[in-house]
């Protein structure tokens, strides 16, 4: 054999062995290089240290862990842990282990629509959350993850250029759900996956955190595939008060469940982070008139600060969401004595009203306010405090109405000659369904000259003297106990007659409270019967002998009732002889 060719044939297997070495030191080198990038990526997320190996390993073995809370989509929060994302597909993503957890373990149920809610707004077919189901293995041929460190609170703004929708839809369900959860801190990081971009109202959102909030086309930036180590999907509903016609025309939502004591715990929160304080305020009394500045404007405004200012001897400004800081307006409004405002988002702003102001709501000429009260059931809310007056441009010649405008902005150029002059000749806009009515849309962007007398007359029958805000006691509806020790003792008069004596003693709670009038409701209910016999007694014992039979047991049910309408808890049944 020739020496030289197994000199070459050596030569050639060792330098393909070098290269061979020289390539897989290269793989290595990229693989770290890459998970030193993906953990780069994650740390510009957070503060956090990310071991990255770990993390993936973690994700590989464990898979994704959900735990949720609520029986139904439409009230339904979900904790997960290794819930990720893939802003390819735009889909969030399950990945299944044998030691994944899914609860509710739904099925199919899960599409039926959803598994939850994205947004407070209940029960809408553009707000459906749901996930796309993979094995853990196929995080073998998928882009590297790069890992949240972040505890996440995932949601979607309903619509986030109203600033009625951004404080009722939004920020104040986020709030709650954050006080819901104890790690979903100021240090807990927003993202809103609606789609919408940043919108004019987005420092507001900023408040409620300490990180930036991330919208869903910045976290293609971040990478192809992000895992949130930990995270919360979907918002509380339980303090929204109005509906807003999807389903039936709008109105206060059937089971309302928020007070004004939560919502001004949130006010003070906001107020508090807009470095907003009332120490050392001016002591002057004064009203504001909230100005708009694009449509459905008030004709007549400098001659209605006038009148007011005049009427009840105060000073009155004038603000506008176009030319004021919200912080500005927030200052200005959480002082003021009076609110004056046509209908429109910006009346949600009533809610840094101090107690014992008054809300004056301006409706178009057609427009019945009975019809749209958003504003009236946040003022009337139990522990809100404020005085809500309504009045309604009657005269149609005090209206200006644009029929050529866009039909957004109003316009029905676009609807046939008979619909048109039918909506023209109309008195009062029907009920209807959110949200492209024509009928109400013309009204609502059309501009009105004040009745001011009218106005006036209308304030004066509830704001007998001069406006002002009150210091009031805590006003909360405190309920009474169960009763206690109650007892029965029967006695027969013969064959026919009997008597059944109840008697118990006042719940715990009451001799802490002064309450104006103490009732008890008394049920008694021959067993076997499906009727009872309610009674309403003022003292802590009685005799029943009416219906009343000897050789029969009774069950006996008390309760005390507060003030007429608080209702306390029944007390457990009594089972009575005779």
Same mark, same amino acid.
């Given at each position: 054999m020739n020496i030289a060719a197994v000199f070459n044939a050596l030569l050639v297997c060792i330098l393909a062995a070098v290269l061979w070495k020289y390539i897989k030191l290269c793989d290595h080198a990229a693989?770290?290089? #890459?998970?030193?990038?993906?953990?780069?990526?994650?740390?510009?997320?957070?503060?956090?240290?990310? @071991?990255? %190996?770990?993390?993936?390993?973690?994700?590989?073995?464990?898979?994704?862990r959900m735990v949720c809370t609520g029986r139904?989509?439409?009230?339904?929060?979900?904790?997960? +842990?290794?819930?990720?994302? $893939?802003?390819?597909? #735009?889909?969030?993503?399950?990945?299944?282990?044998?030691?994944?957890?899914?609860?509710?373990n739904l099925g199919s149920r899960r599409f039926q629509p959803a598994l939850l809610d994205l947004s407070s707004v209940e029960d809408h077919n553009t707000q459906y959350f749901n996930f796309v189901e993979l094995p853990a293995a196929a995080l073998k041929f998928m882009p590297k993850p790069v890992f949240v460190p972040d505890v996440a609170?995932?949601?979607?703004?309903?619509?986030?250029?109203?600033?009625?929708?951004? &404080? %009722?839809?939004?920020?104040?369900?986020?709030?709650?759900?954050?006080?819901?959860?104890?790690?979903? @801190?100021?240090?807990?990081?927003? !993202? &809103?996956? +609606?789609?919408?971009?940043?919108?004019? %109202?987005?420092?507001?959102?900023?408040?409620?955190?300490?990180k930036q909030p991330l919208l869903r086309e910045e976290l293609k930036t971040l990478g192809r595939l992000l895992c949130f180590t930990k995270s919360y999907v979907g918002l509380s509903k339980i303090t929204t008060w109005y509906q807003y016609g999807f389903v039936q025309p709008q109105g206060p939502k059937a089971n309302i469940l928020v007070s004004g004591n939560e919502i001004r715990q949130f006010t003070k929160f906001m107020m508090q982070k807009l470095n907003i304080s009332l120490e050392g305020s001016s002591s002057e009394e004064y009203i504001v008139v909230f100005s708009r500045t694009i449509n459905r404007l008030i004709l007549n405004e400098a001659e209605l600060i006038l009148a007011?200012?005049?009427? &009840?001897?105060?000073?009155?400004?004038?603000?506008?969401?176009?030319?004021?800081?919200? /912080?500005?307006?927030?200052?200005?409004?959480?002082?003021? $004595?009076?609110?004056? $405002?046509?209908?429109?988002?910006?009346?949600?702003?009533?809610? !840094?009203?101090?107690?014992?102001?008054?809300?004056v709501e301006l409706f178009p000429y057609a427009i019945n306010p009975e019809h749209y009260t958003p504003y009236k059931t946040l003022a009337t809310l139990p522990g809100m405090d404020l005085h809500y007056i309504a009045w309604q441009n009657t005269a149609r010649e005090d209206t200006v109405t644009y029929p050529d405008r866009p039909w957004d902005q109003g316009g029905i150029a676009h609807l046939d000659k008979a619909e048109q002059e039918r909506i023209i000749q109309s008195t009062e806009v029907p009920r209807h369904l959110c949200c492209r009515n024509p009928e109400w849309l013309f009204r609502a962007y059309q501009d009105t000259k004040v009745n001011i007398p009218s106005l006036i007359h209308v304030i004066r029958q509830t704001v007998k003297s001069k406006p002002g805000p009150r210091k009031q006691k805590w006003s909360? /509806?405190?309920?009474?106990?169960?009763?206690? @020790?109650? *007892?029965?003792?029967?006695?027969?008069?013969?064959? /026919? +007659?009997?008597?059944?004596?109840? /008697?118990?003693?006042?719940?715990?709670?009451?001799?802490?409270? *002064?309450?104006?009038?103490?009732?008890?409701?008394?049920?008694?209910?021959?067993?076997?019967e499906n009727t009872y016999m309610p009674y309403i007694l003022s003292h802590q014992n009685h005799t029943f002998s009416e219906n009343i039979k000897p050789f029969t047991i009774y069950l006996v049910w008390i309760r005390c009732i507060f003030n007429k309408n608080l209702l306390g808890p029944f007390a457990d049944v009594l089972l009575c002889s005779t």
């Open positions: 693989m770290v290089e #890459e998970e030193l990038l993906l953990m780069r990526q994650s740390q510009e997320l957070s503060e956090a240290q990310v @071991d990255y %190996h770990a993390a993936l390993q973690a994700l590989v073995e464990n898979g994704t139904m989509h439409t009230d339904r929060i979900c904790r997960f +842990e290794s819930l990720c994302y $893939s802003t390819e597909a #735009e889909e969030f993503v399950y990945f299944h282990s044998n030691s994944s957890v899914m609860l509710p609170l995932i949601a979607n703004r309903f619509n986030p250029d109203n600033l009625m929708h951004v &404080f %009722h839809d939004d920020l104040l369900p986020i709030y709650y759900t954050m006080q819901q959860f104890s790690d979903l @801190d100021l240090e807990a990081r927003l !993202f &809103f996956m +609606e789609g919408w971009s940043e919108g004019v %109202h987005f420092d507001l959102y900023k408040l409620l955190s300490n007011l200012a005049q009427e &009840f001897q105060m000073k009155t400004i004038s603000v506008s969401l176009e030319e004021h800081s919200f /912080s500005d307006i927030v200052r200005l409004i959480s002082n003021a $004595s009076m609110l004056v $405002s046509m209908h429109g988002a910006q009346l949600v702003m009533s809610l !840094f009203l101090p107690r014992g102001a008054t809300v909360g /509806s405190l309920y009474p106990g169960k009763v206690r @020790d109650a *007892k029965c003792q029967a006695s027969v008069q013969g064959t /026919s +007659e009997a008597k059944l004596a109840v /008697s118990w003693q006042i719940p715990w709670n009451l001799r802490y409270l *002064k309450v104006r009038e103490v009732k008890y409701e008394v049920w008694i209910q021959e067993q076997g």
